[in-house]
């Protein structure tokens, strides 16, 4: 641990500080130590470990240290000695520029994770100063981009993920979501799991059900969106991009938290269509209440990343994820970001019909994506009629307020 005397360089008052020059980050943390030395030691573990250089005058701590601006102990727990703290930490974003991968490395590696005195930690919360934001491309399309692909400006977007979600043959497959789009999806898509697979390779599934995805729109007059899944080697990434879009997808998806960040950022580079981040592993890094990766700096990372749809865990017992936090993660994708586009949040999790209008009321706004699997594909008279019964439910509350429900 830091001695008392050290402690003070890395302290500092957010007025003293050039707002431009640091990310600021929001710790939940335990310590059996005297709290204000823990929380310096988890700025200095995370930037200038070592601050000086022998027979030199020097103290790094200033340019590159990272300073605690705010620290409150919550409690002071059962056992002796031991608090719980919130803690707003400003790093220099110097240290790692605007880069992921070497963001995550100073704010959630080795230091703040291993650091002395510090029991469990987990990061709640993050804010980018504007210069920081414009060295970002951020969503090409958004929810805004999304909604004039489909002119669908007044409503929830309705969502299908194809069931069986596993085992169809491309011609099945594309089948059933013609069936869903022809009922009133705006949007089909693969399940998470798919893959470009022996049974069902990209370049065919994406052909066929691009194909009726066209004859849909047609038909109904409504334009149609089919989410490709490129979840892949990160190698493999670039073809399956090119596969997908030739063959009629019109937005593909990725599971971020298995591909890296970096490949989702990668891909917004590379995608002339819509991307979709899926929550897939997201509950890796957040589920646990007092250790890892909040869900709120996970999904404005995804935002930052390029994303333009965000899936996040929804409501219901099934998802795990209290409605606070399904609420604030949708805040996440939607709030002004300077000049990082806001994205279309998509709350799944067994929702069909007769959910729609308890996810509305809690959410209070149009501004979503409603999502149903076998509530659309599992439905006794088939995806058709499982897709009207998302309208219908609509319907029934269209032109109330939420709070009138």
């Known amino acids: 641990m830091l001695d008392s005397k050290d402690i003070s360089g890395f302290y500092a008052e957010l007025s003293q500080l050039n707002r431009d020059d640091y990310l600021l980050i929001d710790y939940l ?44 102990m919550i409690s002071s727990l059962d056992q002796p000695k031991k608090f719980q703290c919130q803690a707003q930490i400003a790093h220099p974003i110097i240290n790692f520029g605007p880069r992921i991968p070497n963001l995550l490395s100073a704010i959630a590696g080795e230091g703040p994770f291993y650091c002395p005195g510090i029991l469990t930690i987990k990061i709640v919360d993050l804010h980018f100063p504007p210069s920081f934001l414009n060295q970002f491309e951020g969503p090409q399309f958004g929810i805004k981009g999304v909604r004039e692909i489909l002119k669908v400006f007044d409503r929830p977007i309705f969502v299908g993920v194809i069931k069986p979600n596993l085992g169809l043959t491309p011609e099945n497959f594309a089948q059933r979501a013609y069936e869903a789009w022809l009922g009133g999806l705006d949007i089909c898509k693969d399940d998470e799991m798919l893959a470009d697979t022996s049974y069902s390779s990209i370049v065919e599934r994406c052909r066929l059900t691009g194909l009726k995805r066209k004859q849909a729109a047609r038909e109904t007059n409504k334009e149609k969106i089919y989410i490709a899944s490129i979840t892949d080697e990160v190698d493999q990434l670039e073809r399956l991009v090119s596969q997908a879009i030739e063959g009629g997808a019109n937005t593909l998806m990725v599971n971020p938290f298995f591909t890296g960040l970096p490949a989702l950022r990668f891909l917004r580079k ?21 250790f890892g990766l909040g869900s709120v700096p996970l999904v ?20 795990k994820s209290p409605p606070e936090e399904v609420l604030a993660n949708m805040k996440a994708c939607l709030e002004p970001m300077g000049p990082i586009k806001p994205v279309l949040p998509i709350p799944g999790g067994s929702d069909w019909a007769g959910t729609l209008a308890s996810v509305f009321e809690k959410i209070g706004h149009v501004d979503f994506g409603f999502i149903s699997g076998r509530g659309v594909f599992g439905h006794p008279e088939g995806p058709r009629a499982g897709a009207q019964t998302i309208h219908q439910a609509w319907e029934a509350i269209h032109g109330l307020s939420p709070h009138s429900l």
Do not use: Y
């Open 270 to 290: 590379k995608s002339s269509v819509p991307l979709m981040a899926h929550f897939s592993g997201m509950a890796l890094w957040d589920r646990s209440q007092n």
């Open 300 to 319: 404005k990372l995804q935002r930052l990343s390029g994303a333009d749809i965000i899936g996040i865990p929804g409501f219901g017992p099934r998802m």
């Open 29 to 72: 943390f335990e310590t059996d130590e005297n709290p204000q030395v823990a929380a310096a030691q988890l700025a200095c573990e995370q930037s200038t470990v070592q601050w000086t250089i022998s027979g030199e005058s020097i103290d790094l701590r200033g340019k590159f240290g990272a300073k605690v601006i705010e620290l409150k």
